[in-house]
């Protein structure tokens, strides 16, 4: 791992209403590194993951990937974005194309890779996340944990500085938790960059280099996986890692 920040984020504060969601949430992602976010539900991890991809607006504080700052709006906007690759939740593969098309349609349309190269560099990435044999499948004939590593793929497509995954498992049932979660393993192991907001606490254990505990809006702690759930140093982590793990 280097010293190169992919990520950094200052001073990060978004409100919705009354509710502040996020109050000055400072955190920095290395080249090669994976950092696990965890915390209780509402806490803010879903929202700081999106700040970081510029889906939602912060109302203060900044966001920097790879040195430059992401904008609100324009140009700038859109080609910092394009060196973050988000996996969200629900999937939201396009249900009327192909899984090779939907790996391809980015690097096509945003990147003007040609049909041929996007297809092959496409075909290797479905060998990688074990679906190589779906090439020519909708999304609607895949299962969820198939699908989300399609779209793993589409995301690894547009070659991004980080990906960030926002509860990649939560939709779910626990086989196909397992094949989403040692393709993430992979990828951990292979250096890529990652910021991953999950409650899969063994991926936490095993494949983070840091983990960051958020509660409140805030993030109240960080450290080695090792260290935080052995001995975590806030009451509130500590509350909370008795509700997750098994005794």
């Known amino acids: 791992m280097t010293n190169a920040a992919v990520v950094r984020v ?4 978004k409100t ?10 400072d955190l920095e992602l290395h080249s090669g590194e994976v950092v696990v976010l965890i915390g209780p539900s509402g806490s803010g991890k879903s929202t700081f993951c999106r700040c970081v991809n510029g889906l939602e607006r912060l109302d203060a504080g900044t966001v920097e990937i790879s040195g430059d700052r992401l904008s609100e709006s324009g140009p700038g906007l859109a080609a910092v974005r394009r060196r973050v690759g988000f996996i ?42 074990g679906l190589a044999d779906k090439a020519g499948a909708r999304p609607g004939q895949l ?19 980080v990906l ?33 907001v999950t409650h899969e606490m063994g991926f936490a254990r095993r494949a983070a280099d840091r983990v960051a505990f958020m509660d409140g809006g ?30």
């Open 10 to 13: 200052s001073g990060a504060t």
């Open 16 to 25: 919705f209403g009354p509710l502040r969601v996020l109050d000055r949430v």
């Open 88 to 129: 969200f939740q629900q999937f939201n593969l396009f249900p009327h194309l192909s899984v090779l098309d939907n790996v391809t349609l980015a690097p096509r349309l945003v990147n003007r890779v040609p049909r041929a190269d996007a297809e092959d560099a496409a075909r290797g990435l479905l060998v990688r996340v």
């Open 143 to 161: 299962s969820g944990g198939q699908q989300q590593r399609v779209a793993i793929a589409r995301a690894l497509a547009m070659e991004p500085d």
């Open 164 to 196: 960030l995954f926002d509860e990649p498992t939560s939709a779910l049932d626990p086989q196909t938790t397992y094949e989403v979660v040692d393709v993430m393993e992979e990828l951990a192991t292979a250096g890529t960059t990652m910021l991953v």
């Open 218 to 247: 805030r993030i109240v702690e960080v450290a080695p996986p090792a260290e935080f759930f052995a001995a975590p140093t806030s009451e509130r982590a500590r509350t909370f890692l008795s509700h997750v793990l098994p005794h």
